[in-house]
């Protein structure tokens, strides 16, 4: 078993760089508006850079892990019916009931987790990574959006809007650098060594970038009211999340142990930074960024409890 304080000594690097991001911008020394190019620079250059720097340099049998995408995607289902089945039980709207399940089943996998299980496993923890990249956006997010689309239409059919969202995803530069990253291992193709050289300079900036940009998103987050609505996405995210995920981990125990690992610490991380950019487009922008703030701060705790709890297995 590893001492908690050697946990710690891990993970709060991680969480100083949220802070040093939050300070910066809370004290004016960079406006809050230069945060978003960042976040920009992050999740369209550099960390679709990393993945396909990651997957082309494996072989497709190191690739393609089905029982991975079952537990993470069957995981992340069920966290994100529950919580959709307990808010429609509190008589809200499908719309609100399908924000409530996604900011308890997608986390912030790209700003908060890449930096996590990099640092604790390596290069190596990018293949169950870009597959549980695969699930939250081509699985769960266009779940979740098609049926705020259907809720707020009476005449939407939640079928159309689902391919209608999967249509939009796969334009994401990380879908398509996993694509590309694959495509390159099947083929048994790589770039130029100076290709080369400049996607691992790209890969290097993503971690310590991301986190100083999600410190810097979180400056200006007020939590006023909707206290029983915060908690319960909180809740949801940071223990209901995991806990699904561990259930359906049970039932593969011939997953590799890595990737037993980094599924059940990347469900432990607070929910994607632009929950609350969705959130706006439904009229629902002031929940989804007040859960914001509380999610990160209270994940400092639950990560470190988990990774605790993990090695301690």
């Known amino acids: ?10 993970t709060s690097p991680t969480f100083l760089l949220i802070a040093i991001g939050y300070i910066v911008v809370k004290t004016g020394w960079m406006p ?3 945060v978003r190019p960042l976040a920009w620079f992050v999740v369209n250059i550099g960390l679709p850079a990393a993945l396909f720097k990651a997957l082309s340099s494996r072989s497709f049998q190191d690739i393609l892990h089905y029982d991975y995408l079952l537990v993470y995607g069957l995981g992340s289902l069920l966290s994100f019916a529950t919580l959709f089945i307990l808010a ?3 008589k809200k709207s499908i719309t609100e009931c ?35 990249l695969i699930i939250e956006n081509l699985f769960i997010l266009p779940l979740a959006l098609a049926l705020a689309d259907t809720g707020q239409q009476k005449n939407s059919h939640f079928f159309v809007a689902f391919v209608k969202s999967i249509s939009q995803l796969i334009k994401n530069p990380i879908i398509i650098a996993i694509a590309i990253g694959v495509a390159s291992t099947v083929i048994d193709i790589q770039p130029p060594k100076l290709v080369s050289h400049v996607i ?3 890969a290097v900036t993503v971690g310590g970038v991301s986190l ?11 939590v006023k009211g909707m206290i029983n609505d915060i908690s319960s996405i909180v809740i949801g995210k940071l223990i209901l999340h995991p806990l699904c995920v561990f259930f359906f981990i049970l039932l593969f125990p011939t997953m590799p142990l890595l990737f037993k690992q980094v599924a059940i610490i990347l469900a432990c991380m607070p929910m994607f930074s632009i929950f609350a950019v969705i959130g706006m487009r439904y009229q629902y922008g002031s929940l989804c960024s007040a859960v914001l703030l509380p999610a990160t701060l209270v994940s ?8 605790w709890f993990i090695s301690s297995l």
Do not use: C, H, W
């Not at 078993?1 to 891990?10: A, G, K, N, R």
């Not at 399908?98 to 990018?126: E, K, R, T, Y």
């Open 98 to 132: 399908a924000l409530f399940g996604l900011g308890a089943s997608v986390s912030n996998s790209l700003m908060v987790g890449f930096p996590i299980i990099i640092q604790l496993f390596g290069d190596q923890a990018l293949v169950p990574f870009a597959l549980t």
């Open 300 to 307: 400092f705790l639950t990560i470190n409890l988990m990774l």
């Open 200 to 202: 691992d300079v790209l």
């Open 88 to 90: 429609r039980l509190r």
């Open 32 to 34: 809050k508006e230069n």
């Open 212 to 222: 100083f940009a999600i410190g810097g998103m979180l400056v200006g987050l007020e």
């Open 1 to 10: 078993m590893q001492d908690f304080s050697y946990i710690l000594s891990l």
